[in-house]
């Protein structure tokens, strides 16, 4: 299978190394030179283009799936629906006006579409309400995704990611200093993210994947098991109210603590997925050893 991975970034890398080793053809696209370099790197074909440009995307060889794993750069909610919806609609255009359109085109969302269900869990079938005008648009990309792909008879796909972390994106100073904060975490570690999206690809045709691993954690839990892992005091910890109370919260920051849902992977277990990191101990082992070993 030839596979055009949008946004070839941090994910989208490690989707293309992983395509590769299971003998199939992944195209990596990058708008700078620097990204290209990189997936080349990576041991595949690199193309810059712009993959919100129908003329760029031209460059893009004809391919059998597509993989839309774009960032719109951690920007405003103008800047999401640029990269989201307006973006992915014209890509969505540009490979299904093809003579040879692909069969697939996947869509990689976030669990941030689910909004506050007060710590209930959630999965693909709970209702989506978006707290925030950012994830309103993640909402109607999803909605693009799936509508605006099967107008051009492709199977339009959905992965909702939970919290990416992995190399480079650890994170640790995070939990072994400052104040950490009670709240649940749906984690989800690089390597799973991309493996979700390559099982998707080609191990199932369901619509829409959760893709988060076996254990939501609350952050005090994480913060504390990576301190005695690391050998270190374990952080200072305050309630959601007590930090709610404070003064210096952002509007966007009072709205993610006042957040709360546990992602199940019941559906994706249940189709066969085995997680390389199905834990955050399994995830952080790497870091952890790291920092031990950089503190010897």
């Known amino acids: 299978m030839r596979v055009a991975i949008l946004g070839c970034g941090y994910v989208g890398i490690e989707l293309g190394r992983q395509l ?3 003998g199939h053809d992944p195209v ?5 030179e620097s990204g290209a370099a990189a997936i080349e790197d990576a041991g595949f074909e690199a193309v810059r283009a712009d993959v919100t440009d129908a003329d760029d995307l031209t460059r893009v060889p004809d391919v059998d799936a597509v993989v839309f794993a774009a960032s719109s750069g951690g920007r405003d909610a103008a800047a999401a629906r ?4 307006e973006g992915l609609r014209t890509a969505i255009d540009a490979f299904g006006e093809r003579d040879s359109p692909p069969e697939q085109f996947v869509y990689t969302s976030s669990t941030g579409v689910y909004g506050d269900h007060g710590g209930d869990w959630v999965d693909e079938e709970t209702d989506l309400e978006p707290t925030t005008a950012k994830t309103e648009v993640l909402v109607e990309a999803e909605r693009v995704a799936r509508e605006r792909a099967a107008e051009h008879g492709m199977a339009g796909r959905v992965v909702r990611f939970a919290g990416l972390y992995g190399p480079d994106r650890y994170r640790l100073e995070r939990y072994l200093s400052g104040t950490v904060v009670e709240g649940y975490l749906n984690m989800l570690h690089r390597d799973d993210a991309a493996g979700v999206v390559r099982f998707a690809l080609t191990e199932t045709d369901e619509p829409v994947l959760l893709a988060v691993d076996d254990e939501p954690v609350s952050r005090i839990a994480l913060a504390e ?5 690391c050998g270190v005091e374990a952080p200072e910890t305050v309630t959601r109210a007590e930090r709610l109370d404070a003064d210096d919260l952002s509007e966007a920051a ?29 995830g952080y082992a ?11």
């Open 82 to 85: 640029r990269v989201y919806v």
């Open 254 to 282: 009072r709205r993610r603590l006042t957040t709360s849902k546990r992602c199940s992977n019941r559906l994706l277990r249940s189709l066969g997925y085995e997680f390389a990191y199905p834990t955050f101990r399994e």
């Open 20 to 22: 590769r080793e299971s």
């Open 28 to 32: 990596g696209v990058r708008r700078s």
């Open 225 to 229: 098991w990576l301190a005695d892992a």
């Open 286 to 296: 790497d870091a952890v050893a790291a920092y031990r070993e950089s503190e010897r």
